[in-house]
């Protein structure tokens, strides 16, 4: 079987593995990039777990520097082939605290990792999508990119940028054959650190090797019937709290 790459930026222990993992059973070479191996080292060992075949690389960027994400995605595309799949999941971080005492620096860092770094992600590799005219960009977002927060108002604003440079990827680019989804994840992941912090069952979280399933389903749309937004919540969610 022919392979294609799928890159993962920030590719953790958590849906970043599952991604990998399932990437890889379903024929595709993996390329992971993160701030350090040590990060992505669980992502490394399922994805080579699931494919033994598979091509399995890491590749060191860092999302708060644009110049490093655009960097490595081209060394990927250089040492494994075209990229047909990108996967952009990063997340910045959830400080608390009320919208006016935001610093200048903190609004910055939130626009360089959520918006910035997702956008070198892209300019890395559209063009050789647009030049063979297929190929999907995904972006794992939140619920916050639709309500704003009077208590994490960083969160909101980051993913508020990545919901519109989606959009504005989407409608420049479907025509010459690449899909660009915004993933928004209404839900708790089924990860360890939030089954600790949280206490939530099983049924409340959503199991991230489904979430990586619909991921792939995302690419596998047909021309005809593509979405741009993709909203994932377990059947336990009540819309509202």
């Not at 060191?60 to 960097?71: G, I, L, N, R, S």
């Not at 604003?157 to 994840?185: I, P, S, T």
Request: glycine share 10%; with cysteine.
């Amino acid at each position: 079987m022919s392979r294609t790459v799928c890159a993962i930026v920030g590719a953790g222990d958590g849906l970043g593995q599952s991604l990998a993992r399932h990437f890889a059973a379903n024929g595709f070479d993996i390329a992971l990039l993160s701030r350090s191996a040590a990060g992505s080292a669980a992502a490394l060992a399922a994805a080579g777990a699931a494919d033994p075949s598979a091509a399995v690389k890491y590749f060191q960027v860092d999302a708060m520097k644009p110049d490093t994400v655009e960097q490595g995605l081209g060394k990927v595309a250089k040492d494994m082939g075209q990229i047909d799949v990108l996967i952009y999941n990063v997340r910045g971080g959830m400080q608390a605290k009320a919208p006016l005492d935001v610093s200048f620096e903190e609004l910055r860092d939130i626009y360089e990792i959520e918006v910035v770094g997702a956008y070198a992600a892209a300019r890395a590799v559209m063009p050789g999508m647009i030049e063979r005219g297929h190929g999907s960009v995904i972006y794992s977002s939140a619920t916050a990119a639709l309500r704003g927060s009077g208590t994490n108002p960083l969160y909101a604003m980051g993913k508020f940028g990545l919901r519109a440079l989606a959009q504005n990827l989407a409608k420049a680019y479907a025509r010459d054959g690449v899909h660009v989804a915004h993933v928004r994840l209404d839900c708790a992941l089924d990860v360890p650190i939030v089954r600790k912090h949280y206490g939530l069952k099983t049924e409340e979280m959503s199991n991230t090797d489904d979430v990586a399933e619909s991921y792939l389903w995302i690419h596998r749309q047909p021309k005809s019937a593509w979405s741009n937004e993709i909203e994932i919540r377990p059947y336990t969610e009540n819309w509202t709290f």
